[in-house]
Every structure is written in C-alpha cells, then in structure tokens.
C-alpha cells in the first residue's frame, strides 16, 4: 500500500462502507456495508460489556449552565461545542449543547439517583452520537465531527480502591474487544499535559495504521472525585455520613472500524474478521449449461445447512462471471469464499478461497462434521489475522538509546519509539519539538539505573513516542 490515506478513502466508497458526500463537513453517510459491519462490531463489545454494565441513553442537548460547571472540563472542550441556540424563530433563553461527550449531561442525574452506599457500585453505558467541532483536517472515521458511534461507559463507586479496580477492569475489556478484532494496540499512561479534561489520569489504547502513524482508539479516565464535587454526588454512608462519589469513564469510537479496515486490509481491499463480516461466507455455483439446476439446489442447501449453524452465508445467484464475483467478494474482504461446480458435487468436494491467504484449497463436503469444520476454519482466519497485525505491529516498534536514535526510528520505521524518560513536563515538550512527535504515554512506572533521553537526568518511567493521528 503505497499511499494508506488515498487507499482508505477509495475503499471505503467502493466497498460501500460509507459515503463521504454528505454536505457537511466531517459528517458522513453509513451506506448498508458499512452498517453491518458497524453493527456486529457493537455487537461484541454489547456482549463483553452487558456482563457487568447496564445500557441507557442520555439525551443529546445539555444545558449550557450545567457543561459549564466543571471548569477544567469546560475549557477542554469550549473549541469544540456546537450550540443549539433557537427553538423556531425564538432565541433560547438558556443555549444548548451538542454532547461533545455526556458527563455533564448524565452527572446531574447520577447526583439525584445516588443515595445511599447500597445504590453503588454502577456501571452504564450508552452507544450515541456525538459531536466535536474539530479544527484539525478531519478525515472518514478517523477524526470527524459527528462520532456516530461513540460507546461511553460511566461508572460510580463508594471508594478510590474500586474506581481503580474498574480502570483495570475497562482496559481488560477493552483489550478482549481489541483482541477479538485482531487489532494490536500499546497501552499507556497519557502525560498529565494530555489526559482527559477533569481526568486524574488517562489510560489509552492506540494502534497502528500501515502509514506508521498511530491512532488512538480507545480511553480509559479515572476520574477521582472531580465530577462528583461538581455535581455534588454524594452517598450516605453506613456510619450515615455523605461522601462523594468515585468515578471513571472510558470511551471508543468509529476509529474501531477505521482500524479493522485499515490493519486488515491490503492491495485487494477490505479483508474482514470473520466475526464482523457481514458476510462470513460466500457461495458462488460455477454454472453450466447442462446441470445449472442441480447445482443450484444443492448450494442453496448447503447454504441453509451453513446458516443453521448459525453463520452468515451468501449465495450469489447472479448471472456473472465467476470471476467478477470473486474479484468482488476479494474486495469487499469476505473471508472464506466457496465454489462449486458440477464436478465438485460428483467428487464431493468444494473449492474453498481463503481472503487472509489468497489460497485456494479442496475440502470435502461429505464429512458430517462438515460445519464443525467450516467453523474452525473461520476461526483459523481470525488467529492469522490477528497474527499477521501483531507480526506488522511489532516491526513498527523501536528502542532508542539516544535522540539521534528516537530521530532516526521514526524517521526511518516510522511508528512508535520507545525510550526512557525523566517524565518533568518541561523535558517532554522539549522532546516533541526535537522529534517532531507526540508523546503517547507512559509504558513502564518506576524505573531505575537509567538516564532520560533527552536532559539526562534519571529516567523514571519507558515511554512512547509517534507521530500521531
Ligand atoms: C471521553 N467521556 O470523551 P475521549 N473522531 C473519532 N473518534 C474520536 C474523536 C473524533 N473526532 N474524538 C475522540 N475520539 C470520555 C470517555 C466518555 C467516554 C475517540 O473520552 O475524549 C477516541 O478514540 O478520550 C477516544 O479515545 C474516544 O473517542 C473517547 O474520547
């Protein structure tokens, strides 16, 4: 892939994921391609988060008084707010927000459904749009100005232990959804200068796109007692005194799907994860003259029998060459293809094309474990895929001893540098300059016996370096 940005935006008009015209900038179309692929994406993380979350929705406008309260989280987002300020013709006598993000909108509510230590913990989640003026270029999926698909967990706990515990508990979560989708990520430690506004801290989850920029895909906010001061949430105690509450929240967004297309795929489109391909499985009959009925019935039975078992199956009855429909379906990352002919079905036999492969091979299709194995087969894609991205992923990853180094890394590799670091402010900004890069976070904490990179003083903690989405 020579050019990532420009093989992006050409797959996703022809593999129909999204449509960019949409006249407003940053603000685009999901055609039904993407939809699904969108929709069995939210599919997984619904079912990692529902064992410990319950689901609700907020609505869209906040009040300007209350996004307003929480000053430091104000002045983050002030740049980026959209106001609603008329109703008709009649001025708003009180402005109304466009979430950019719901703490402002939900804490209000959680200061009047807590009450007493046994309403605790709780965790929820809602899946919405929302929206941020963004000043930087804006780019499909990537960095837009309405995130349509924006997950945002929000938890409340009675104790500075627990809300920790859940920091660890989201970034498990987040790293069992990640590794379903084969997307490979780093976890750190965001520098204090580029937490979340009103954050004690923020954890990040970022990958690698094949440009060697990465992207981050994922937060995690432990978020003290900053909010619950703000909106006064308070819980009494079993002693019967109020105490504020702790809280986290953690967030993804479309930058999900704009990874599994980016990372899978390769010179011939998209290449899907079986588990969240619309289609899992194409079937395509080679059709004769002589027999075409036959074999039809017997792929629409197979097709049957396949979707029982519970996977997505397409038959493609259209009158086109077969290979058309292969150099579609190659496109469009279907990842297991299979065709039969009339001497497939005399010789009992399928010809099966693996997308992540691009290899053909024969199977058997008499087996009564056939389904059995169709299914391991999948699953054989998914671990290669995922692989595969760790394999690309890792070579991204240097060690730099000296700033010539870390130059040279990103310069050179592209993708990520890691280096040891004295972890002051001053000397990190300093860094950046140097490198022309981002700090992406802190790796390692409490490290010994080496110097910083950069002012050599002792280093405190490895950190990580990129240029950065
Ligand atoms: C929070 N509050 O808001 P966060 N386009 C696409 N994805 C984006 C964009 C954008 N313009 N901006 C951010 N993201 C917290 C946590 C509730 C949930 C993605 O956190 O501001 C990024 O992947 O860090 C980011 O990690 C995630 O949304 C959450 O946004």
Redesign the pocket.
Known sequence: MTDFSEWFHNILEEAEIIDIRYPVK?MHVWQPQGFKIRKYTLDILRKLLDKTHEEVLFPLLIPEDELAKEAIHVKGFEE?VYWVTHGGLTELNKKLALR????TGMYPMFALWVRNHSDLPFRFYQIVN?F?Y?TKH?RP?????E?TT?????TVHATHEECEEQVEKAVQIYSEFFDTLGIPYTITKRPQWDK??G?EY?M??DTILPDGKT???????NLGQTFARTFDITYETTEGEHEYVYQT????????I?SIIGIHGDEKGLCLPPAVAPYQIVIVPILFKKGAEEVLEFCRNMADNLRNAGLRVHLDKRDLRAGKKFYEYEMRGVPLRMEIGPRDIENKNAVIFRRDKLEKETISIESDTFNEEIKSILDDISKNMKDKAWGSFNRFIRFADTIEEAKKGIEENKGIVSFNWCGDEACGKELEEKVHVDILGIQEENISGCNCINCEKPAKCKTLIAKTY
Do not use: N
Not at 100 to 103: D, I, K, L, R, V
Not at 150 to 154: D, V
Not at 215 to 221: A, E, F, P, R, S
Not at 249 to 256: A, K, P, Q, W
């Open positions: 940053g980026e950019p993000t719901s703490e929302t941020r963004e804006t999926l990537i960095r837009v100005r995130i924006f997950k945002e967990a929000h979340f506004p954050a923020t990040a989850f992207l981050q895909i994922g937060t995690v906010h929240c953690y967030g993804v967004s479309d930058r999900v704009a």
